[in-house]
């Protein structure tokens, strides 16, 4: 397990912008391939943005495309949020997906196996 710390949430409004960290207790969040995904209350939790282990391939769903950013460097896992709206509002995680470094579905909370604690994210109108 890698001890994922999601970092960053808080409450803004609606127009404003946040930043989202995912760090590991480990050295080694860089080998593997992370996802964000979000949970709003009474919902079931859904995958908003993921990047595979070099970088280079991103995925998101599509309430948040052109709107959110996901990123990574050695040591942390980023998702910049702007435009944020009201439908933003939930919990967010991040999560390693330990077993296959090429997931098939990235946006899907099956592939992932190591998860954090999650941070509040509340967007007012």
């Known amino acids: 397990q890698l001890g994922l710390v999601e970092s960053g949430g808080g409450l803004v409004q609606s127009g404003g912008s946040l930043r989202l960290s995912c760090a590991a207790s480990?050295?080694?969040?860089?080998?593997?391939?992370i996802g964000w995904f979000r949970q709003a209350p009474g919902k079931g939790r859904e995958g908003v943005a993921s990047?595979?282990?070099?970088?280079?391939s991103t995925e998101y769903t599509g309430s948040v495309k052109g709107r959110f950013t996901i990123s990574r460097d050695n040591t942390k896992v980023y998702l910049q949020m702007n435009s944020l709206k009201p439908e933003d509002t939930a919990t967010y995680f991040c999560?390693?997906?330990?077993?296959?470094?090429?997931?098939?579905?990235?946006?899907?909370?099956?592939?992932?196996?190591?998860w954090g604690q999650g941070t509040q994210v509340t967007v007012s109108s």
């Open positions: 480990t050295s080694t969040l860089r080998m593997y391939p």
């Open positions: 999560a390693a997906g330990l077993r296959n470094f090429v997931l098939r579905n990235p946006l899907d909370s099956y592939e992932y196996e190591d």
């Open positions: 990047i595979n282990s070099g970088g280079e």
